[in-house]
T-cell receptor, first 117, second 111 residues
Framework: DTGVSQDPRHKITKRGQNVTFRCDPI?????LYWYRQTLGQGPEFLTY????????KSRLLSDRFSAERPKGSFSTLEIQRTEQGDSAMYLC???????????????FGSGTQLSVL | GENVEQHPSTLSVQEGDSAVIKCTYS??????FPWYKQELGKRPQLIID?????GEKKDQRIAVTLNKTAKHFSLHITETQPEDSAVYFC??????????FGAGTRLAVHP
């Protein structure tokens, strides 16, 4: 499968625990995005990377959330001290943008469904 | 920031009818206008997009029209089929390198 893959597909955790999700983008894609989606809503932007650099974080993202993309390939999203309000689908997406150009066509993974009890 | 609204929020049609979903945006500098389809339990997928230098684009049964003056663009689906049932999202883009999605329109096509 050469698409965007996310792991795990489902995560159930207790309030206060830390969780980490992984995203593997399409191999030649240099941009990687994290979105969060709750039931009945559109995907909400969290953060994005170009190669290994994190270029933007949503103001909605609390300091309990951190994302990395250390080698410009896969990315991890960690949520510390989870709260029930963190329950959502966490979507990763990637795109390829040549230098000096912007490619807005995103390819999404299947997401990680987080349930905080 | 960009304010994106979709109408209607739900749409129910009979198989074979046409469906139209409208997306209104606030940022006049937006220059790229995609539509994504998300079936139940699946990932969003790009189905059609248009850039600001054209007014309409068609791909088989789906089309997108753009009115930059009025700041809205619309998704048109003709001869709807049950497999068109999904949630559709617009995501107008102005080059800040992230898409801002609307809240979605749930389309139900009844046989």
């Amino acid at each position: 499968d050469t698409g965007v893959s996310q792991d795990p597909r489902h995560k159930i955790t207790k309030r206060g625990q830390n969780v980490t999700f992984r995203c593997d983008p399409i191999s030649e894609h240099n941009r990687l995005y994290w979105y969060r989606q709750t039931l009945g809503q559109g995907p909400e932007f969290l953060t994005y990377f170009q190669n290994e650099a994190q270029l933007e974080k949503s103001r909605l993202l609390s300091d309990r959330f951190s994302a990395e993309r250390p080698k410009g390939s896969f990315s991890t999203l960690e949520i510390q001290r989870t709260e029930q309000g963190d329950s959502a689908m966490y979507l990763c997406a990637s795109s390829f943008s040549p230098q000096g150009a912007t490619n807005e066509k995103l390819f999404f993974g299947s997401g990680t469904q987080l349930s905080v009890l | 920031g960009e304010n994106v609204e979709q109408h209607p929020s739900t749409l129910s049609v009979q198989e074979g009818d046409s469906a139209v979903i409208k997306c209104t945006y606030s940022d006049s500098a937006s220059n790229y206008f995609p539509w994504y389809k998300q079936e139940l339990g699946k990932r969003p997928q790009l189905i059609i997009d248009i850039r600001s230098n054209v007014g309409e684009k068609k791909d088989q049964r789906i089309a997108v029209t753009l009115n930059k003056t009025a700041k809205h663009f619309s998704l048109h689906i003709t001869e709807t089929q049950p497999e068109d049932s999904a949630v559709y999202f617009c995501a107008p883009f102005r080059g800040y390198n992230k898409l801002i999605f609307g809240a979605g329109t749930r389309l139900a096509v009844h046989p």
